[in-house]
């Protein structure tokens, strides 16, 4: 086994001790009773087909796995949509400035740094995954990576003007946070730089041009529509 693929393994081994950790109920740590079996039934069987893992796609931890937290409402961007997303930005992101403002499983941003960019900020809301978010970044050595709890829109507006290269928006599909995560970003991002969108429908320039942001490139998978968007000329 090579020393590439036993690190791989180690890492993996880690997280889902970890996992395994969380996941366990204070009630089962005490002896007391808690909450029914049944709810903990309901919340894996509303956690989305394909939670539990995702892969890099390419760039320094190419083919990769790493497990995910299975949580409610969870939808890491599939690895099609992934690896159309960084053929349209080229495989080479060394020195870019991004940021992931609904982070999730990380899978978005890992990829952005695997293909050398030189600061990916994942921002997120939710502890569970803020907490497994850390510990990828620390078993993959990750130093670029930066973890940040908190609101991905809110941490947008905090940013300084036209100073991130490439903006990763994946909002909660049920949420009605789009437009306004459209609007942070589209302050956040370069002159020259990206946003990218992924949400349950197409969004058409007349919609964007508001925010001065133009459709560069889009792509529907299944229910996934990716967009590309740049400052409008």
């Known amino acids: 086994m090579s020393r590439s693929t036993l690190k791989t393994t180690a890492i993996n081994a880690e997280i889902r001790k970890a996992q395994a950790a969380a996941a366990t109920p204070p009630e089962a740590a005490t002896g007391k009773k808690g909450a029914p079996k049944n709810k903990d039934k309901a919340a894996v069987a509303a956690a989305p087909k394909g939670a539990g893992e995702i892969r890099i796609i390419g760039g320094r931890w190419k083919r990769t796995r790493l497990p995910v937290a299975q949580r409610p409402g969870l939808r890491p961007t599939p690895d099609r949509v992934r690896e ?17 403002a609904f982070a999730g499983t990380g899978a978005l941003g890992l990829e952005a740094a695997s293909r050398g960019a030189a600061a990916v900020q ?3 809301s939710d502890a569970a995954l803020v907490a497994q978010l850390n510990t990828l970044q620390q078993r993959l050595q990750a130093t670029a990576v930066r973890v940040q709890r908190g609101d991905g829109i809110a941490v947008l507006k905090q940013a300084a003007p036209a100073s991130i290269d490439l903006v990763l928006l994946d909002p909660p599909f049920d949420s009605d946070l789009f ?5 942070a970003a589209a302050k956040a991002v370069a002159a020259d730089g990206f ?3 992924e949400a349950p429908r197409a969004w058409a320039d007349e919609e964007l041009a508001p925010w001065g942001l133009a459709l560069h ?3 529907k998978a ?8 740049r400052r409008s000329a």
């Open 84 to 100: 159309t997303l960084f053929n349209w930005l080229g495989q080479d992101l060394a020195g870019w400035r991004c940021l992931d």
């Open 179 to 183: 437009g306004a995560a459209l609007q």
């Open 222 to 229: 299944g229910v996934v529509h990716a967009h590309l968007l």
């Open 195 to 197: 946003v990218y969108l």
């Open 217 to 219: 490139r889009h792509l």
């Open 122 to 124: 994942l921002v997120e």
